[in-house]
Each structure stands twice: as structure tokens, then as C-alpha cells.
């Protein structure tokens, strides 16, 4: 009886490691190039990328200019954000490509996720307009932490800026926090040229 039990447990298994053996030859073979590819996608976008984006502000500064520690830190900053958003372009195409693989139709997830896309866009306007104005705030170096500033009618020192929002320091130790969408107009008082 008890021999009888684990010859039948053995057949399980040798029928299960046959699926996952056949399998896995068509299928599973892809979903790892499929992965190697998106990873060396990855680091090759990372290298390069970032790379190409540290030449070009440092190329965009006045040229016998010495590059100084805010530069080299917004060059850094701007290259993180743009690497940051094309790895994850890459690995949300590997994963739409790795899904089928394993049996799953990609048609309904697509349309679902455009819907959702749309609805989210719609919601989400003004965090997608505060963080694309503060890529441009950066990428054309408007301003930086500690400048004496005027932003949105909120006149001060500059003491943090992200992405998303300026923190402006008034003279009566007030602080303004401004969405960087709302910035319109943005005065540098400590960029005067003669």
C-alpha cells in the first residue's frame, strides 16, 4: 500500500518536471533573453544616456566657465530623472512581452491600462504639470537653492526645490511653497547682469 502511494507520488512528479521541461525549452528560453535584453537595455541606457546628458549641460553652461559643484549636481539630477523614466519604459515593454509567454493576453491588460492612463491623466494633471515644469525649472537652470528669487509673487531665498514644488524664504522667515506649474514668470535677483 505504502509502495503503491510513493510509486504514484513519483509519477506526479516525473509528469510535472515533464511539463515544466517542455515548457520551458519554447517558453521559458525566451522570457530570459527577453530579461537579459531589458537588463543590458538598461545599464547600455544608463551609461550612455546619462553620459550624453552630463556633456550637454555641461556644454550648455558659458563656455570657459569651470563647471562648479551646482552644475555638476543638476547634470546628475537631470540624468537620474531621464534614465529613471527610460528603464522603466524598457521593463514595462519586456514585461508586455513576458506575459504571454506564461499565457496571459496582453489585449485586455493594454486597453485597461489605457483607460486607467486616461482617467489617471485627467485626475493627476496638475502633479504631472508641477513635475514637468521642475524638469524644465532644471533644465534651463531658472534658478537654484539659495538665489534670491521671485516666484509666483513669493519673493525670497530659495531654500529647497524639487521636481514637484519651489520653497521660496521670504524676509519675514515666512515660507512659501509653490507648485512649480504655477510658476508663470520667475524673477532672479542674483543673476543681475551689468
Known sequence: MISAKILDF????AGISEKVVSWFFPHGVKVLIILFIAWIGGRIMKTFLS???RKAIKQSLDFGKKSTQAEEE?????SRVVVS???GIIWA???MTVLPEF???TAPLLASLGVMGLALSFGARSLIQDYLSGLFILLEDQYRVGENVNVAGAEGIVVDFNLRRTVVKSKDSVL???PNSQIKKASNFSRKKN
Not at 543638476?74 to 537631470?78: E, G, H, I, L, Q
Open 10 to 13: 513519483s509519477a506526479q512528479i
Open 51 to 53: 553620459r550624453f546628458l
Open 74 to 78: 543638476r547634470a546628475k539630477t537631470v
Open 85 to 87: 523614466v527610460f528603464k
Open 93 to 95: 515593454v519586456a514585461l
Open 103 to 105: 499565457g496571459i493576453n
Open 176 to 178: 512659501h511653497y509653490v
